[in-house]
């Protein structure tokens, strides 16, 4: 910016940019003074005046394209979180406590054979929650309610506006995915699951949006 200012005065006063070292706004000055007569030294000033007062928006608009730069392109982007997943051990009770104690608006019971699941949905002010029982013998919800006899959160789920761009990339950065190929969810939506160690921990739900 310093040697952007000293082309700008030396075109200014109509002449080569000065040799001196300038390492700084302040020796630029120094330079400035002693480069313009008397007559000059006014509209000198202004010129410099203007120039500095616009480093600092400069200074942003680069520092604002080296951030975005560095940001990787993707084709795919998440979205909203849209439902926490808990897997119940009795699921009337939680309906009740839900609907009759918390007083939250609570969806009819819906099975979904392919995911070995009852799904019931609490629908909340920003998202809902998803009340998980097991159905069937095979079903993961059965295991996890046998580590888990008091039930509890079973996994998060987040938006996705490309589920199969998302698990290509996902792929590509060694992230498992427990299933070869989307299935259909309670939302009727395609929705993949991520492996939990590979999500420090948390089962993650992604579901086409």
Not at 26 to 40: F, G
Not at 77 to 86: D, E
């Amino acid at each position: 910016m310093v040697t952007t200012l000293s082309l700008c005065l030396g075109v200014f006063l109509n002449d080569k940019p000065s040799h001196r070292a300038v390492s700084s706004e302040k020796d630029l000055l120094t330079v400035a003074h002693s480069s313009v007569t008397a007559p000059e030294s006014t509209a000198a000033f202004r010129l410099l005046t203007r120039l500095q007062s616009s480093a600092p928006t400069v200074r942003t608009l680069l520092s604002s394209n080296s951030f975005s730069q560095n940001i990787p392109s993707c084709l795919w982007k998440l979205g909203r979180l849209n439902h926490v997943a808990i897997a119940v051990p009795d699921l009337e009770k939680a309906q009740s406590l839900y609907k009759d104690v918390l007083g939250a608006r609570v969806s009819e019971t819906v099975a979904l054979p392919e995911h070995g699941v009852y799904t019931v949905f609490v629908e909340l002010g920003n998202t809902k929650l998803e009340l998980l029982h097991p159905l069937g013998e095979k079903s993961p919800i059965a295991s996890f309610l046998q580590k888990n006899k008091t039930g509890g959160m079973h996994h998060i789920c987040i938006e996705v506006d490309d589920i199969k761009a998302a698990m290509a990339e996902l792929k590509k950065k060694k992230i498992r995915i427990l299933s070869e190929e989307p299935k259909i969810g309670a939302h009727g939506k395609p929705v993949i699951f991520l492996h939990p160690k590979d999500c420090h921990g948390v089962l993650v739900e992604l579901e086409q949006a």
